[in-house]
């Protein structure tokens, strides 16, 4: 157990529909990575917040989503799904900026 | 942006050899370059780093080495072992170090 927990594990919807992935960072770190990683791709960087607010974006697609909550609870919203939206989507945090990640387990997506 | 490019995709060598992975940054800011290990259906863990004010450094049978005149940094697995079949991902921080960039990946086979 990495002390990032991502839930749900597995998820299945239709195409055009909306889902949330929940990720709890390890006790104490501040900041949350979404990463997406595609069948034999690399990893990815959607978004990053910091103690509740955005500090960086990559190449997030409008139809997604994010935020960090007080808890320091993070939520992936994506939305109008397609099917190459299929993917691992994985949590990241981090304490101090410039250090290494802990990474979830990740919510494998399927989108049908 | 930030880009990393590592090599090789595909890497296959049998227990007890020596296994090499290279990347290249192209950001001559980056200042951390943490290595990734990824074993089948879970998150990538972070296995070592290196600073930009460190040329070397070593943990047992991995060590991994920076050149940053030439943008490039290594990971050096030694003695390899069954175990160390996974794939690997070099990345380095970027311009600020708000988030981290990733290269493709290294898939290494470890042949008993």
Same mark, same amino acid.
């Given at each position: 157990?990495?002390?990032?927990?991502?839930?749900?594990?597995?998820?299945i919807?239709?195409t055009?529909?909306?889902?949330t992935?929940?990720?709890?960072?390890?006790?104490?770190?501040?900041?949350v990575?979404w990463?997406?990683q595609s069948?034999?791709?690399?990893?990815?960087?959607?978004i990053?917040?910091?103690?509740?607010?955005?500090?960086?974006k990559?190449n997030?697609l409008?139809?997604?989503?994010?935020?960090?909550?007080?808890?320091?609870?993070?939520e992936l919203?994506?939305?109008s799904?397609?099917?190459?939206d299929s993917?691992?989507?994985f949590?990241?945090?981090?304490?101090?900026?410039?250090?290494?990640?802990?990474?979830?387990?990740?919510t494998?997506l399927?989108v049908? | 942006?930030?880009?990393?490019e590592?090599?090789?995709?595909?890497?296959?060598?049998?227990?007890g050899d020596s296994?090499?992975?290279?990347?290249?940054?192209?950001?001559?800011?980056s200042n951390?370059f943490?290595?990734?290990k990824?074993?089948l259906?879970?998150?990538?863990?972070l296995?070592?780093d290196?600073?930009?004010?460190? $040329?070397e #450094?070593?943990?047992?049978?991995?060590a991994?080495t /920076?050149?940053?005149? &030439?943008?490039h940094f290594?990971?050096h697995?030694t003695?390899?072992?069954?175990?160390?079949?996974a794939?690997?991902?070099c990345a380095?921080?970027?311009?600020g $170090?708000? #988030?981290?960039?990733f290269?493709a990946?290294?898939? /290494?086979?470890v042949k &008993?």
């Amino acid at each position: 157990d990495s002390g990032v927990t991502q839930t749900p594990k597995h998820l299945i919807t239709a195409t055009g529909q909306r889902v949330t992935l929940r990720c709890s960072p390890r006790s104490g770190d501040l900041s949350v990575y979404w990463y997406q990683q595609s069948l034999d791709q690399g990893l990815q960087f959607l978004i990053q917040y910091y103690n509740g607010e955005e500090r960086a974006k990559g190449n997030i697609l409008e139809r997604f989503s994010a935020q960090q909550f007080p808890d320091l609870h993070s939520e992936l919203n994506l939305s109008s799904l397609e099917l190459g939206d299929s993917a691992l989507y994985f949590c990241a945090s981090s304490g101090t900026l410039g250090y290494g990640y802990t990474f979830g387990s990740g919510t494998r997506l399927t989108v049908v | 942006g930030e880009n990393v490019e590592q090599h090789p995709s595909t890497l296959s060598v049998q227990e007890g050899d020596s296994a090499v992975i290279k990347c290249t940054y192209s950001d001559s800011a980056s200042n951390y370059f943490p290595w990734y290990k990824q074993e089948l259906g879970k998150g990538p863990q972070l296995i070592i780093d290196i600073r930009s004010n460190v $040329g070397e #450094k070593k943990d047992q049978r991995i060590a991994v080495t /920076l050149n940053k005149t &030439a943008k490039h940094f290594s990971l050096h697995i030694t003695e390899t072992q069954p175990e160390d079949s996974a794939v690997y991902f070099c990345a380095a921080d970027d311009t600020g $170090g708000f #988030k981290t960039i990733f290269g493709a990946g290294t898939r /290494l086979f470890v042949k &008993a």
